[in-house]
């Protein structure tokens, strides 16, 4: 089942199975499991709560919102949970490190599966190094000012190099990578009590605001432009602009293997996570702009300068705190998910083996999470990379886009074939005789006729019915196939030319249209078909079901991939280099080294069988 045998495209589109019990005993690298849902909201509030809401209430309120700020936060906290529930279902019943990678390696293919780890290295890496390099300026405020950080955490300037490094960025690298190299228990914990110190910092400005706002009468809300100074295009616009503030919550899914009870507190958590995250930023965003007029908020310190207009200016001091516990939280959750992803791309022989390696005492991937460290800090000490933030929505937005996608396919047309270990491909050929030996039946001399019951079996109504339910799951199966696949066209179509501002008028209303038919006929016939059986049994049952399928997938999928559209072309021109690159390691070390090279898929039905009499005789995969 390699390259030279099935070609270029059967190999990309091999899928893998989901991690059983069975294979996880068989396996020699396992994670510690010590995460509780309390632990996972931690991480996840963590994750995404940065130090961009003490910045963006005061850009979107001056730019986009106006006063309907909160409605913006809010729209764009539904946009993220379309993606929470999809990450939800898939992180439950697939329960093993790699988040978006692995989900996609097993509903859609190799291929895929690596362009969107490659993508993910990038964006935790470039994520890591843009926080890391924020800290330091937030920092230098208690010391006096934004240059009054002692000398040897100072930022200095490399004249010959024109380069300004950054040592304090890489110094909280390196102590975030060896916090994160004690223990997942330990780095989850210290996560924990930071993300709780900045929630009090958040809940300071909301109730401290509040009673300003009461005492003075809520001004902001008061201005001659009305809720909508900018109308409802404005806070529309400001949704797509916060909605980055949302990134982060599926850190919680790369943990999904250290996870005590996955099925029940991976939902959980992801939902808890993303509600507390909702709730903080519009009841910030709700007392700031009634504090200050949008139109005289400082788009730099929004927060603070709002608290200094009615005299506490000692108030800059706990907001400042607050960024730099929220960035020094985010800086935990953007190097945390990364060696899960080269452990797991590892595991499944894309990578050395190098980065699969879990420490026997400390049950993390060790050699992972220092190359990572190492690499981030080397990017924050000598780059400055705030231009290249940018390319870590990529990596997020793809990593959305797929996991609604794989959501589609577990549903309506989940693997029906699951990849067989090279050990156990005797017990296939020999069950693949019996069969035949079973179809064809004993030796029948030539000289007597065939018995009449042969040919009475053959046109048994019982056999026949089997055989015409066969012939309809495969056309129903066929039909939801380019159903999903109408709508990725249909979405990528449409998204792209209604931003495409140099067509003419008619030209871009034409290609809209058709993107817009091939969508709604895709989205047709997967509501009107029925969802395929298999989806109850696929991977470990008894977690959190995803609702309004297939509109819930599908709305995300638009809403995401008309994000990535709208990033700019420059943005896009880095990520391909970065992603050219990635194609060039897939196809000189990847396809040859992927464990799915020697195997045979089979029947999941056979597969069981196989297993099942494999372990009965002693044998192990």
Not at 337 to 346: C, D, F, K, N, T
Not at 349 to 359: A, T
Not at 478 to 502: D, E, Q, R
Request: proline share 5%.
């Amino acid at each position: 089942m390699g390259f030279e045998d099935g070609g270029a495209m059967r190999a990309l589109m091999r899928r893998k199975q989901v991690d059983s019990d069975r294979v996880r005993a068989a396996g020699g690298h396992q994670l510690a499991k010590e995460l509780s849902v309390t632990q996972l909201v931690a991480i996840g509030v963590g994750s995404t709560i940065g130090a961009g809401v003490y910045v963006l209430v005061g850009t979107v309120a001056r730019e986009h919102a106006g006063p309907a700020l909160t409605l913006s936060f809010l729209i764009a906290g539904v946009a993220a949970a379309l993606s929470a529930f999809c990450y939800a279902e898939l992180a439950s019943r697939c329960p093993s490190a790699g988040s978006a990678y692995h989900y996609s390696y097993i509903c859609v293919g190799e291929g895929v599966a690596w362009l969107i780890g490659w993508a993910l290295i990038l964006e935790y890496t470039i994520g890591g190094s843009a926080v890391a390099r924020g800290i330091s300026p937030n920092l230098a405020l208690f010391f006096g000012g934004p240059d009054s950080l002692p000398w040897f955490l100072a930022r200095h300037e490399l004249p010959w190099l024109d380069v300004v490094v950054d040592p304090c960025a890489a110094a909280l690298v390196f102590v975030v990578t060896a916090l994160l190299c004690k223990g997942i228990k330990e780095s989850s914990f210290v996560q924990g009590v930071v993300t709780v110190l900045n929630c009090f910092v958040m809940l300071f400005v909301i109730i401290a605001g509040s009673y300003i706002g009461f005492q003075t009468g809520w001004v902001g809300y008061k201005v001659a432009g009305g809720f909508f100074p900018y109308g409802v295009n404005g806070m529309l616009a400001g949704s797509a602009t916060v909605f980055f503030a949302y990134i982060g919550f599926d850190s919680v899914a790369s943990t999904a293997e250290e996870v005590k009870n996955p099925q029940r507190d991976l939902p959980l958590g992801i939902g808890t996570a993303l509600s507390v995250c909702c709730s903080l930023y519009m009841l910030v965003s709700v007392v700031i702009v009634g504090l200050v007029p949008y139109f005289a908020m400082d788009p730099d310190t929004p927060i603070s300068s709002a608290f200094a207009r009615h005299g506490m200016h000692w108030a800059m001091y706990i907001v400042t705190s607050g960024a730099v516990l929220a960035l020094c939280s985010t800086l935990m959750g953007s190097i945390l998910p990364q060696p899960r992803i080269l452990m797991a791309m590892a595991r499944d022989g894309l990578l050395p083996s190098f980065f699969s390696d879990v420490n026997q005492r400390t049950q993390v991937p060790v050699k992972s999470t220092i190359v990572t460290g190492i690499c981030a800090a080397c990017l924050a000490f000598f780059m400055d990379v705030s231009q290249l933030a940018g390319m870590v929505s990529v990596g997020t937005l793809l990593a959305f886009t797929i996991v609604a996608v794989s959501i589609l396919i577990l549903r309506y047309a989940p693997p029906d074939e699951v990849p067989l270990p090279s050990s156990l491909e005797a017990s296939f050929r020999l069950s693949q005789e019996y069969d035949e030996e079973k179809v064809r039946g004993p030796p029948v001399d030539e000289n007597h006729e065939q018995e009449p019951s042969v040919v009475e079996s053959i046109n048994d109504p019982l056999i026949e019915k089997k055989q015409g339910s066969v012939m309809e799951e495969a056309k129903r199966r066929k039909a939801a196939v380019c159903s999903i696949a109408s709508v990725c066209v249909g979405v990528v179509v449409l998204t792209t030319s209604a931003s495409a501002t140099f067509l003419p008028f008619l030209l871009r209303c034409f290609v809209c249209v058709f993107g817009g038919l091939l969508l709604l006929a895709g989205l047709g016939v997967l509501c009107w078909i029925d969802q395929d059986d298999g989806r109850h049994s696929f991977g470990h049952s008894g977690g959190f079901i995803c609702p309004f399928v297939p509109l819930l997938p599908v709305m995300c999928i638009l809403v995401n991939t008309y994000l990535l559209v709208n990033l700019g072309g420059g943005t896009w021109m880095r990520v391909g280099v970065w992603l050219v690159m990635g194609v060039f390691v897939y196809i000189f070390y990847g396809r040859t080294h992927s464990s799915l090279t020697d195997v045979v898929y089979v029947p999941v039905a056979q597969a069981e069988e196989i297993y099942g009499s494999s372990s009965s005789s002693g044998f192990v995969a």
